[in-house]
């Protein structure tokens, strides 16, 4: 009798083993599966070459993805935007792994980490002006309380607007995004106009987050290449050859060319202070749209009278010599190239068709 039961017993022990092992494997199975998709995803991504791809080259990508693909707003040859979603098991039964402590502790202790992949595809005019690729990942956890806190690592390359414009690379912006709690956020943002060797340089999303068994922790970790250049940058420098390409940056995220001229020049002990009579509603559009001012670059001698081109500090995330610069022949030339590059995304025409996608392989015209 007593042998029966010890072998029963046997038999369960070695039964619920087997359940926590393919449970095990099942997971990881799902991880490994979602990595190897997010990298596929990726490298189309990177396949699409910024104001050089067409919509037929987007579309083929949307149609590798069809199944994952969601459009936003109509979608043809002259405008599309269209989002993909990747996730794993955890990540798309939410309620059923997040809103249960116990359930969710053993299926940490499995190696589950919900996880997220998006991609969005941008074209207008029938070229490709815009792309992101990126991830949210949970991070370490900890338990306090009965309850589980966990860190999301997120991080995203993307193409689009940008708060503020770096000198030492004018064309994209290295951001860590404020106000996240529970969180480590990472960012670089890409202009329209950077060049094909630095998108392919930081398109680096390290999607082997998913599959470690130690959870990434930092942004060193989810973006690896941007975040090891962000961190070896330095201090700024205080002395800059040419502003050219930053103005060229600045006046295209603006959309216009802040123009003044010098009223009047004062100095109350702490440097040149500049009275300035705007030559355009260019100001307007930045939110310190003061009519005074300090020179940031005592280098230059402005007199009265003088034309500048002015912007505002929190357009830069350091002091910088190119806030406020001589209007010469070669800043108003790129700022002109800048103002005519402006990317600046009107709602989209009431002309377009606000039908869905059309059905993958089709013939596109």
């Not at 969601?70 to 996730?87: F, H, M, N, S, Y």
């Not at 074209?123 to 949970?138: A, N, S």
């Not at 912007?311 to 002091?319: K, S, V």
Request: charge should be neutral; glycine fraction near 6%; include cysteine.
């Amino acid at each position: 009798m007593r042998r029966r039961i010890l072998k029963a017993l046997a038999w369960l022990i070695a039964s619920v083993c087997l359940a926590v092992l393919a449970l095990a494997a099942g997971i990881h199975a799902d991880q490994y599966l979602l990595r190897r998709r997010a990298e596929r995803l990726q490298s189309d991504i990177r396949s699409l070459d910024l104001r050089k791809s067409t919509y037929a080259d987007a579309r083929k990508v949307v149609d590798r993805w069809w199944d994952d693909a969601r459009q936003q707003g109509p979608c043809r040859a002259d405008w599309c935007d269209v989002e993909i979603t990747l996730a794993d098991f955890a990540w798309s039964h939410a309620d059923f792994y997040v809103n249960a402590p116990t359930r969710r502790r053993i299926f940490g202790w499995l190696g589950a980490r919900p996880a997220t992949v998006d991609a969005h595809i941008r074209v207008r005019d029938d070229l490709v002006v815009g792309k992101t690729i990126g991830g949210y990942i949970e991070g370490p956890c900890i338990g306090s309380d009965g309850q589980m806190f966990c860190t999301a690592i997120i991080g995203h390359v993307s193409t689009g607007r940008r708060r503020f414009i770096d000198a030492r690379h004018p064309e994209f912006t290295f951001h860590k995004p404020s106000g996240c709690e529970n969180c480590v956020g990472a960012d670089v943002i890409l202009s329209p106009y950077a060049s094909a060797e630095d998108v392919r340089r930081l398109t680096d999303v390290n999607f082997g987050c998913i599959t470690r068994w130690s959870p990434c922790e930092n942004e060193e970790d989810i973006l690896p290449t941007a975040w090891r250049e962000a961190r070896s940058e330095g201090a700024p420098p205080a002395h800059i050859a040419s502003c050219s390409e930053t103005i060229r940056a600045l006046t295209r995220e603006l959309g216009c060319m802040p123009l003044a001229t010098v009223a009047h020049v004062t100095d109350a002990g702490e440097g040149p202070q500049l009275t300035l009579r705007w030559e355009n509603d260019c100001q307007k559009k930045m939110l310190e749209h003061q009519n005074t001012v300090s020179q940031p670059n005592r280098d230059l001698l402005i007199r009265k009278g003088d034309h500048l081109l002015v912007f505002e500090d929190q357009l830069f995330p350091y002091p910088t010599p190119c806030a406020v610069v001589p209007a010469t022949e070669e800043n108003l030339k790129a700022a002109q190239q800048g103002v005519s590059e402006n990317f600046y995304d009107p709602p989209p025409p009431l002309n377009l068709p606000v039908g869905s996608i059309n059905p993958p392989r089709v013939e596109v015209r």
